[in-house]
């Protein structure tokens, strides 16, 4: 167990939906990452959080949109789904010490949109 | 930004054999390159990981080289096991900017 987790594991929903996806990081760990992986794909990055605000951006839809709250979880909203949003997102939580960046996955969300 | 790229994307070893898995990147002021595994169905897990004032690092059958004036770090991993089968992904990070690119992914197949 990585210490961070992510809910729901699994949702399926309809085209044209909006959803949540929920992340708490590992106790202490101030940052929050998210990731997409579609089927057989890399790792997507997303957004990065730091402290509750934005800190880095990455190839993230508008239609895609997340925040951090003061108790450090993270939600991520996607709204208006396609079915080409299908994926595995991932959360993942570093906390910063020194020189480097160690990060620490959940289990992911698989979203599934039909 | 970072720009990480990974080769190669398969890569199939028999049972004892070695296995090599080569990233590049393209900002100078990385100096963190950690690797994670990542199994069929779960969540990425860090294996090894180097810093930039180091060259080379092992941890048992893993190791990690890397070239910064060439910009490029490898990862090797000697005699094989069934169980190394996976997808392994490279990543850089920079201090300061506190952000992990990642790898496009190497999946490896050990055959018994």
């Known amino acids: 167990d990585s210490g961070v987790t992510q809910t729901p594991k699994h949702l399926i929903t309809a085209t044209g939906q909006r959803v949540t996806l929920r992340c708490s990081p590992r106790s202490g760990d101030l940052s929050v990452y998210w990731y997409q992986q579609s089927l057989d794909q890399g790792l997507q990055f997303l957004i990065q959080?730091?402290?509750?605000?934005?800190?880095a951006k990455g190839n993230i839809l508008e239609r895609f949109s997340a925040q951090q709250f003061p108790d450090l979880h993270s939600e991520l909203n996607l709204s208006s789904l396609e079915l080409g949003d299908s994926a595995l997102y991932f959360c993942a939580s570093s906390k910063i010490t020194g020189s480097h960046t160690e990060a620490f996955f959940g289990q992911g969300t698989r979203l599934t949109v039909v | 930004g970072e720009n990480v790229e990974q080769h190669p994307s398969t890569l199939s070893v028999q049972e004892g054999d070695s296995a090599v898995i080569k990233c590049t990147y393209s900002d100078s002021a990385s100096n963190y390159f950690p690797w994670y595994k990542q199994e069929l169905g779960k969540r990425p897990q860090l294996i090894i990981d180097i810093r930039s004032n180091v060259g080379e690092k092992k941890d048992q059958r893993i190791a990690v080289t890397l070239n910064k004036t060439a910009k490029h770090f490898s990862l090797h991993i000697t005699e094989t096991q069934p169980e190394d089968s996976a997808v392994y992904f490279c990543a850089a990070s920079t201090a300061g900017a506190n952000n992990l690119f990642f790898g496009t992914g190497t999946r490896l197949t050990v055959i018994p």
């Open positions: 959080y730091y402290n509750g605000e934005e800190r």
